[in-house]
């Protein structure tokens, strides 16, 4: 299947700095890609859907300031956490969609974010 | 809308038994559906997918599904569970016409040997 990388895995940061987290789709091109945030024994919730080329599409309840989205290529999405508070501590997994019509979503192997 | 249910938080089989994890859903247009796996600190894998065709859907590692439009249901099955079976499961649904998921709240399967 369709390979979908995030890095880092994990990250450790100081409460007020920034993180940057990276999403790869590895071969194949994704025009679309989806930020979501995972807590513990929980669901996925879709924080935002990115898009190449044009700015990010929020869920409702998500700072867009707080989350910022850049989608630079049509491999790489990426998510930066604005000065990180240690409620920003979780799991964050993106998502590429593939095959026709880009039905099928595939997840990235994740990234746990923990604020200190 | 869409929403998907998984009525069960748990589910615990023992090796070798029939698994079957339950999911129900609601969508107001075409329902495109989809079974994820998640082992611990990792991503999401795509296990099966109902778009269209057969009711009953083979997927990855001996799953199978049945699509049921009139119970509005998407159980996942699987004939033999083994121990590696353990894991968090999700049903996942979207609106032929729009690319977002929504997710159940997930089932947590353990096999036990």
Redesign the interface.
């Known amino acids: 299947?369709a390979v979908?990388s995030?890095h880092p895995s994990w990250v450790i940061c100081k409460s007020g700095t920034s993180v940057k987290i990276e999403c790869r789709s590895l071969d194949f091109q994704a025009t679309?890609m989806?930020w979501y945030r995972q807590f513990p024994?929980?669901?996925?919730m879709?924080m935002a859907?990115s898009n190449e080329g044009s700015k990010a599409t929020y869920e409702q309840g998500v700072e867009k300031d707080k989350f910022l989205i850049n989608h630079a290529s049509l491999t790489l999405s990426t998510l930066t956490v604005t000065s990180a508070h240690p409620e920003d501590s979780s799991?964050y997994?993106c998502?590429a969609?593939l095959g026709r019509p880009?039905?099928?979503?595939?997840?990235?192997?994740?990234t746990?974010l923990l604020v200190l | 809308a869409q929403s998907v249910a998984q009525p069960e938080d748990q589910v615990n089989v023992a090796e070798g038994n029939p698994l079957t994890v339950k999911c129900t859903y609601s969508v107001s247009g075409n329902p495109?559906l989809?079974w994820?796996v998640q082992y611990p600190?990792?991503?999401?894998?795509?296990l099966l997918?109902y778009?269209t065709g057969d009711n009953l859907v083979k997927g990855s590692y001996g799953f199978e599904a049945e699509f049921n439009k009139s119970q509005t249901s998407f159980h996942l099955k699987k004939p033999s569970a083994l121990v590696s079976d353990s894991a968090l499961y999700?049903c996942a649904v979207?609106d032929g016409g729009d690319?977002?998921?929504s997710?159940?709240?997930?089932t947590?399967v353990t096999v036990r040997a």
């Open positions: 299947g979908v995030q679309t989806f024994k929980q669901s996925l879709l859907t799991f997994i998502s969609p880009r039905e099928t979503q595939y997840f990235g192997p994740g746990r | 495109y989809f994820y600190n990792r991503g999401l894998q795509f997918k778009i999700f979207r690319y977002k998921l997710f159940g709240a997930g947590t």
